[in-house]
């Protein structure tokens, strides 16, 4: 054991070292520019998945083109603890801006008030933090579940002629996202299309494995579904994958959100019927410009929501197929 | 010892059984007639030749996991690397599906698996490192190499409709789905590996009593090697239903089921000290909890209620199994 205590040291010390180097370099550059702005971000895990993945190159690259913009790219491996000392470092590097991708929201609270208290202000992106960290932040960017729930709810209902019966997988329970997605998608319906019927919701842990069998068992429970929401394209095509094996497909709308590649595609093949476009790099885009306006002391709303679209067959040509 | 003196004395069950002991030996086989007679009479939908396969079909993934898994336990050890083994597998399978036809892809998966079972034998088997560690290591590990393997990106078959790997997961033989099949028939062939081979008796031998079974002249070290070759071969096994399945997937699609998988283990009976266990009653854990799940969501109820029933009926099994071994219902002190 001591052993792997050591080699833990070890990894922790060359993290600071690096950390370190990284502050020199930046240092230097910032006395050779003085109008240069330096902005931190802590993201949650990237690598896990695509989104994250485009995320930080496109975060990259937009700092790159930006002049006057220094950034301190850090990624907490999904640690909340690790995050939190990420978030120390950033304030002893005094950058100008820390943006934080929670790992955790609620976790991550006293470590955005420990930002607040020596002078920095904090940026959150993509998913937000917990209510008692609402007023320490300055300001967060990313997409509006609600408002995307609420537009899988109006594709749902034009698509059925307002009237039908559905079912619903959502995301990973207990996750924000996926309870604003489910809230402002069920919300919606209720005003849009009451004759619209949602029979069951069950989680599809963001897994298409998964949701293929919650929607095998639903094809089991009621012989007749007009409809199914997905709380993203991964798992909505794990429905269509289930409903295609039982040759039921044809019957239903196929409502999803964050569109993914292969849901691109089965929109192309005339499967997949509707789903919400949201660009990891038009959301790395909006969190680095939210945070240099707030470095530039300028007003900035306090939600920060970056466009999200509907997609449908109809207009899919004008988006380009997504990367992940 | 006692119960691996059980299941090869078959004289030895002559002897006058108490109600607690049947319960002990047959309540895993009671719980799960139970849970399809309330299924049953409660949902309409439940009992259907459909619905049974589909179910065992759902079942099959973690199930044919549970099989590799069984032979890791009893042999004394465990095995919390099948989840991220299994993510790798299939994410490997898929995308190499694409890039060199189904025909190499398929071999080439059941090559790195079976290295990286290979990985966990040595550690536990030559090292001698305890399995909870090696393999709890070996989840992060592996979930990191299937990450940087990928990008982060989701892999997908780009031609899902004409492809003959889709009869691993969608495929019909006898009108059995062929998840199913292979789900069957490795558990029979496996449960005949475990009970009619030398093999098996010295799995059961390690596990039981591993000093006793050195002196007796059994290589230790080879033997739990080989438990975790099967594991990872099983495994693979399943990467085949689930990629054909899903016709894609994503890196962590194997997350959290290398509990649901030890769950099922434990489920049947299998001791997690080692030494006792059987393919049969695995087989019936990992269908029970499926039938929980499907059951459940038939009636309507809500995800948490799974979980619930989930934990009590795991309770119950492992109460009943240690009440019958000790012959009394309540610990005495």
């Known amino acids: 054991m001591k052993v792997q205590i050591s080699s833990v040291r070890i990894i922790q010390h060359i993290g600071k070292i690096s950390l370190l180097a990284g502050s020199l370099t930046l240092g230097l550059s910032g006395m050779a520019q003085a109008e240069t702005f330096r902005i931190g971000i802590t993201q949650n895990n990237v690598g896990v998945d695509s989104y994250q993945t485009t995320y930080e190159q496109a975060f990259k690259d937009a700092a790159d083109e930006t002049d006057n913009v220094e950034t301190v790219v850090l990624d907490a491996g999904g640690d909340v603890a690790r995050q939190i000392s990420q978030v120390r470092d950033l304030i002893q590097q005094q950058v100008d801006v820390i943006i934080i991708w929670p790992t955790d929201g609620q976790a991550v609270v006293p470590a955005v008030k420990r930002a607040k208290e020596a002078g920095i202000p904090v940026v959150v992106t993509n998913s937000n933090i917990a209510e008692a960290g609402q007023p320490l932040i300055a300001a967060f960017s990313g997409p509006d579940n609600i408002k995307q729930g609420a537009y899988s709810a109006e594709m749902m209902c034009d698509q059925l002629g307002g009237k039908g019966e559905i079912v619903q997988i959502t995301g990973q329970p207990g996750y924000t996202t996926a309870k604003e997605r489910q809230k402002g998608f069920e919300d919606r319906l209720a005003e849009v299309c009451p004759d619209v019927k949602i029979l069951d919701s069950q989680p599809g842990n963001w897994n298409r494995e998964k949701a293929q069998r919650t929607m095998e068992d639903f094809l089991t429970s009621y012989d007749r579904i007009d409809g199914v929401y997905a709380g993203d394209d991964n798992m909505g095509v794990g429905a269509l994958n289930a409903a295609k094996s039982e040759d039921r497909a044809d019957e239903m709308i196929f409502i999803g959100a964050t569109n993914f590649a292969v849901g691109y595609e089965a929109m192309a093949r005339g499967e997949y019927h509707g789903s919400v476009y949201q660009s990891p790099a038009e959301d790395a885009r909006n969190a680095l410009e939210t945070a240099i306006a707030v470095a530039q002391g300028k007003e900035v709303e306090k939600m920060s929501y970056f466009d999200t679209p509907k997609i449908t067959r109809e207009n899919m040509d004008e988006f380009e197929k997504p990367v992940f | ?333």
């Open chain 2, 1 to 333: 010892m006692k119960a691996l003196l059980d299941s090869f004395r078959p004289g030895l069950t002559n002897r006058e059984i108490t109600p607690l002991q049947f319960f002990g030996k047959h309540g895993i086989t009671i719980a799960f007639f139970l849970c399809v007679v309330i299924f049953s009479l409660t949902t309409d939908k439940f009992l259907s030749t459909d619905n049974f396969f589909k179910v065992v079909m759902q079942a099959s993934i973690i199930g044919t996991i549970a099989l590799g898994v069984t032979f890791v336990v009893i042999g004394g050890n465990l095995d919390l690397s099948v989840g991220s083994l299994l993510s790798f597998a299939t994410v490997l399978v898929v995308d190499l599906h694409d890039k060199v036809g189904p025909g190499m892809a398929i071999p080439l998966m059941f090559v790195f698996t079976l290295l990286i079972g290979s990985v966990n034998g040595f550690l536990i088997g030559y090292l001698r490192l305890n399995s909870l560690i090696v393999t709890l290591g070996m989840l992060s590990a592996i979930q990191g190499i299937t990450l940087v393997y990928t990008g982060g990106k989701n892999v997908d078959i780009s031609n899902d409709e004409n492809t003959w790997f889709d009869i691993f997961g969608r495929g019909d033989l006898f009108g059995i789905p062929v998840p199913a099949l292979i789900f069957i028939v490795s558990a029979i062939v496996l449960q005949v590996v475990l009970l009619k081979t030398s093999f098996g008796r010295k799995v059961f031998a390690i596990g039981g009593n591993g000093t006793a079974a050195l002196f007796s002249g059994l290589r230790r070290n080879r033997l739990v090697f080989s438990t975790y070759l099967l594991s990872a071969f099983t495994t693979a096994c399943a990467a085949l239903i689930l990629g054909s399945r899903v016709m894609g997937s994503q890196n962590n699609v194997g997350q959290g089921y290398e509990l649901l998988v030890l769950a099922g283990v434990i489920l049947g009976g299998t001791s997690l000290l080692g030494g006792s266990g059987s393919i049969v009653r695995t087989v019936i854990g990992v269908l029970i909890l499926a039938l929980i799940q499907n059951g459940l969501q038939l009636l309507g109820y809500p995800y948490y209620s799974q979980w619930l029933v989930t934990w009590v009926v795991i309770i119950a099994a492992v109460w009943l199994d240690i009440a019958a071994k000790r012959g009394k219902l309540f610990s005495s002190y």
